[in-house]
């Protein structure tokens, strides 16, 4: 039920930024006041997604205090007057900042994906678990570059939230070859059951013996692209081993921002590189209707799986950051936002 609405709601914040997990604080803060616009919604779930490290740290600019989160599902608490799309009551997943709180103030224009009435908590968890994720593996493969049957494709952090989604949609739904890359052999093992084909365990090879052995599986020709979101520590491996005319889609910072690269690296094999978010292919309401629609097509047919690694609840996060940060998780972790 959506019961009363509390003045002031618990929210994840931090006030600094911090290397450290400790400046995450679990607070109280007054629960937003909403637009004609706009609706509040009560969170039941949030997704939680390696961006908000870079956040945390300074990476990423943020106001302060910052209340962290990007994505959630919950139900809709309160709506602002000029607003027709939406009633209280209403179910929504939808991606935004300020999910890890128990309101969000969400604006009524912006896209959003209305569920059923009386939607299940476990699909409630279930999309908010693959909205952010699910589109940007799915986006990034059709946009960033737009993989093709039979290509070879290296995937880093291949047992990750992002990393197995790529993996099982370029494998079972592209027909590509996945070379997966992950730091230990349960984790390769994860990204075997999502399709992989190829294994680099990073803590046993050397990036030079990754490519080598990349080298080898291609025929000396080296993939058609490397999906890559671990940043700093593997770019140089990532080049090395795109084959020529080949793409460099580099989409994530695990190990700090990449140094600026001179563009004419590209030139000995005419290389592509590109650096997308997420947020740039969803903009208008027919790009989110057309990836949405096709996203939960894959999970409904059963082609496409979630893996929920662990649901820990809203004041628990900082666990949470510390598991995902500490290389411990594979799939999902989802934030369960109490009332
Ligand atoms: P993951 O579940 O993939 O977790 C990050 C993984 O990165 C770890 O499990 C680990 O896998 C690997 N890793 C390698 N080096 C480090 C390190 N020094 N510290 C921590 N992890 C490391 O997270 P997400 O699925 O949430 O995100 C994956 C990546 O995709 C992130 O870099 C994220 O920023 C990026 N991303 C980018 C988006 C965009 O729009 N550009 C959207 C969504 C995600 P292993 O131990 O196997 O190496």
């Known amino acids: ?17 911090s290397e450290s997990l400790d400046v ?44 962290l989160g990007r994505e959630a599902s919950g139900v809709i608490a309160k709506v602002g007057k000029n607003v027709t799309n939406l009633k209280v009551g209403d179910h929504i997943a939808y991606l935004s900042g300020k999910t890890f709180a128990q309101y969000t103030k969400y604006s009524s224009k912006s896209n959003f994906l ?5 939607v299940s908590d476990e699909k409630l968890k279930l999309y908010a678990a693959s ?33 197995l989604l790529l993996t099982q949609l370029i494998s079972k739904v592209k027909k590509a070859h996945v070379i997966a890359q992950a730091s230990t052999d349960e984790k390769l093992e994860s990204a075997k059951r999502a399709g992989a084909e190829y294994f680099l365990n990073s803590s ?18 080296g993939v058609h692209a490397s999906f890559d979101s671990i940043g700093k520590d593997t770019a140089e491996l990532s080049l090395a081993a795109i084959a020529r ?15 600026p690269l001179a563009l004419n690296r590209l030139s000995a094999k005419n290389l592509k590189v590109t650096r997308p978010q997420l947020f740039g292919f ?33 004041a628990d996060y900082k666990l949470a950051a510390a598991d ?12 369960e936002i109490p009332h």
Do not use: C, M
């Not at 039920?1 to 930024?17: A, C, D, L, R």
């Not at 046993?204 to 020709?221: C, F, M, R, Y």
């Not at 005319?245 to 140094?259: D, E, M, R, S």
């Open 1 to 17: 039920s959506i019961g009363e609405i509390p003045k002031t709601h618990k929210v994840i914040q931090f006030h600094e930024n």
């Open 24 to 67: 995450l604080k679990y607070e109280d803060v007054a629960v937003p006041e909403i637009g004609d616009d706009d609706v509040l919604v009560k969170n039941k779930y949030a997704g939680v997604n390696f961006i908000e490290a870079y956040f945390r740290k300074g990476i990423y600019p943020s106001e302060k205090p910052y209340i």
């Open 114 to 118: 209305k569920l059923d009435s009386n």
């Open 131 to 163: 909205l952010l994720q699910g589109l940007t593996a799915l986006t990034f493969i059709n946009e960033s570059y737009n993989v093709q049957e039979g290509d070879y494709i290296l995937v880093t952090a291949a047992a990750g939230g992002v990393g």
């Open 204 to 221: 046993k090879l050397s990036a030079d013996e990754q490519v080598a052995k990349i080298l080898e599986i291609t025929n000396g020709k």
């Open 245 to 259: 005319k080949g793409t460099f889609v580099t989409f994530g910072n695990a190990t700090g921002p990449i140094p």
């Open 282 to 314: 969803v903009v208008t309401p027919d790009e989110y209707q057309h990836y949405t629609s096709w996203l939960f097509k894959l999970i409904d047919d059963g082609t496409l799986k979630i893996n929920v690694f662990k649901t820990y609840p809203l």
């Open 324 to 335: 995902l940060e500490g290389r411990k998780t594979s799939g999902k972790l989802v934030l």
